[in-house]
């Protein structure tokens, strides 16, 4: 049985970080790339970054570049997704979802070929 659990979301102030953590059980971890997405209820949901399955090819949305980095340990099945200068607008239930390929497709942001997610935890980001 394949699981995905995030953990590490909770409350923070702007301009702070926070590190979400992702690991994975019943998969071949490094036959698939990685991604974590995030949805607010009143928005649709956003592809915030990729990684293929080595690590070496990594994507990320606009609107984190340069805050985000995603990053994965292929011995222990785990992908890391550290946020720096987290703003308002980075508040939502954030998932970790395991690709059908080892690669991130040009379209890996629409979450189409992502055939295993998690259950999401949530990140605040309020004064």
């Known amino acids: 049985q394949v699981e995905v659990v995030e953990s590490g979301g909770g409350s923070v102030q702007p301009g702070t970080s926070l590190t979400l953590s992702c690991i994975t059980s019943?998969?071949?971890?490094?036959?698939?790339?990685m991604g974590w997405f995030r949805q607010d209820p009143e928005k649709q949901r956003e592809g915030v970054a990729c990684i293929n399955w080595s690590g070496q090819r990594i994507a990320y949305a606009d609107s984190v570049k340069g805050r985000f980095t995603i990053s994965r340990d292929n011995a222990k099945s785990t992908v890391t997704l550290q946020m720096n200068s987290l703003k308002p607008a980075d508040t939502a239930m954030y998932y970790c979802?395991?690709?059908?390929?080892?690669?991130?497709?040009?379209?890996?942001?629409?979450?189409?070929?992502?055939?295993?997610w998690g259950q999401g935890t949530r990140v605040t980001v309020s004064s």
């Open positions: 979802a395991a690709a059908r390929y080892e690669d991130c497709s040009g379209s890996w942001f629409r979450g189409y070929n992502f055939g295993r």
């Open positions: 019943g998969l071949s971890f490094d036959d698939h790339a």
